[in-house]
């Protein structure tokens, strides 16, 4: 508790990534070619490798979600206020898992979640560490951005609205539904790492039957209820 955590590569050193250059690549780097030229010091370069991949952005879990739900929207009767309401439902059950799977598969995102872990702890206020730190944050906001345009899409394309009785309207409620979404998505996924995928089966399958629905998919479905209306026919 009162060391903290450290920058969590120190095992990663000019040496191994020369090595590893030369022998994958072919290219040959020597220390003096960048230390004190590119990076002060070999703690410079490690805490660089740190930023780099906090920048770590979500394009391929997007694109896979929003061809998940495209298809689920392709099908979808939205003539109806059953139409629309069968067809969001499906859209969010699809989607959030494909949304769920997909990262999973991503190495890169277990790597993204342990940094932003690890300077949660108590090294977020570190100098040194300030540049991980923003790197995290802007990662943050580009999911954010994402998931709003995503929700737009689906919400526009199924026929649903904002609701207009809130005290949130418009663009504002969009990304707070959006953040809220993303940090759902970020800490579920996380403990599915654990517990393995939680599901439950309830009867929205298009003449009643069973269908399975994760934890993801069901919080968001309550909450775009809450913030969003399926207008009558």
């Given at each position: 508790?009162?060391?903290?955590?450290?920058?969590?590569?120190?095992?990663?050193?000019?040496?191994?990534?020369?090595?590893?250059?030369?022998?994958?690549?072919?290219?040959?780097?020597?220390?003096?070619?960048?230390?004190?030229?590119?990076?002060?010091?070999?703690?410079?370069?490690?805490?660089?490798?740190?930023?780099?991949?906090?920048?770590?952005?979500?394009?391929?879990?997007?694109?896979?979600?929003?061809?998940?739900?495209?298809?689920?929207?392709?099908?979808?009767d939205t003539s109806t206020h059953a139409g629309r309401d069968a067809g969001m439902k499906e859209a969010i059950r699809v989607g959030t898992r494909t949304n769920l799977d997909s990262v999973d598969e991503d190495d890169l995102w277990g790597l993204w979640q342990g940094i932003t872990g690890a300077f949660t702890v108590s090294m977020a206020e570190a100098e040194e560490l300030a540049p991980v730190v923003e790197s995290v944050r802007r990662s943050y906001e580009a999911l954010s951005d994402e998931f709003v345009a995503l929700y737009g899409q689906i919400t526009e394309a199924l026929g649903w609205k904002l609701r207009d009785d809130l005290d949130l309207t418009g663009a504002e409620l969009r990304r707070v539904v959006a953040s809220i979404a993303a940090a759902l998505a970020d800490g579920l996924g996380f403990r599915e790492k654990f517990t393995g995928t939680l599901t439950f089966e309830i009867p929205t399958g298009p003449h009643g039957e069973m269908q399975p629905w994760d934890h993801l998919g069901y919080s968001l479905w309550l909450m775009v209820t809450s913030a969003y209306t399926n207008p009558p026919d």
């Open positions: 508790m009162e060391e903290g955590l450290d920058i969590g590569v120190d095992h990663i050193n000019y040496t191994k990534v020369f090595d590893h250059l030369e022998e994958t690549r072919g290219i040959r780097v020597t220390r003096g070619s960048v230390h004190e030229r590119i990076w002060d010091s070999q703690r410079d370069f490690q805490r660089e490798l740190v930023v780099r991949a906090a920048e770590w952005q979500f394009e391929q879990s997007t694109a896979a979600t929003l061809e998940a739900v495209s298809a689920v929207i392709g099908a979808a």
